[in-house]
Structure formats: C-alpha cells, structure tokens
Nanobody, 113 residues
Framework: QVQLVESGGGLVQAGGSLRLSCSAS????????MGWYRQAPGKERQLVTT?????NTNYAAAVKGRFTISRDNAKVYPQRNSLNPEDTAVYYC?????????WGQGTQVTVSS
C-alpha cells in the first residue's frame, strides 16, 4: 500500500521561505509523475507543480518563477522573498502513474502579511 507523507508546512511571514517535502512508502511504478496541489479556503484544489521521473517540470502560472520542484522526495522550494499571503493553503502531495493516483493528507502553509 502506498502512503505519502508531507512535511515542511507551517506559518511564515511574507517574503519568508519554507521547504515542502513528500515522503513516499510502498511500491510505486517507476514511470510516475510527482507533484503538489493546493487548496485555499473556499476554493477548489489546484495544481501547483509536477515533475516526471525524467525530470520534466510543470508549474502553475501563479507560482512559475517563484517555486522550484526537485525529484528528491518531490521537494518544493519557494525562492527567497517570494512567498505572499495568496500562497496560503493546504498543500497536498500527489503521485500519479498510468494505473493509479495517490494523495497525501496535506500540510498547512500560512503566509502572514
């Protein structure tokens, strides 16, 4: 059984930084796409960023140029001084293969102004 556990969320001031990480356990097909989605209060869950096992990345327009994802536990690094209150949301780790999709429980990120 596959489990995804997020870490690294918390409270940060605007302009601050944090690092989100997703730890996966269980057997996952090697050909997969890892990524992050987020859901702000009163809004639908939306794509943040993804990365394929080959290293190809995709970013939502709202975070492009500000966030970076790596294949190492799907770590996401907002660039310095780039976080703003609009980034406040629950962030979910996601792994998708041709046959299945897995979600973590989510980690809260709150950016104060």
């Amino acid at each position: 059984q596959v489990q995804l556990v997020e870490s690294g969320g918390g409270l940060v001031q605007a302009g601050g930084s944090l690092r989100l990480s997703c730890s996966a356990s269980g057997s996952i097909y090697r050909d997969n796409v890892m990524g992050w989605y987020r859901q702000a209060p009163g809004k639908e869950r939306q794509l943040v960023t993804t990365i394929t096992n080959g290293g190809n990345t995709n970013y939502a327009a709202a975070v492009k140029g500000r966030f970076t994802i790596s294949r190492d536990n799907a770590k996401v690094y907002p660039q310095r001084n780039s976080l703003n209150p609009e980034d406040t949301a629950v962030y979910y780790c996601n792994v998708r293969t041709a046959l299945a999709e897995f979600w973590g429980q989510g980690t809260q990120v709150t950016v104060s102004s």
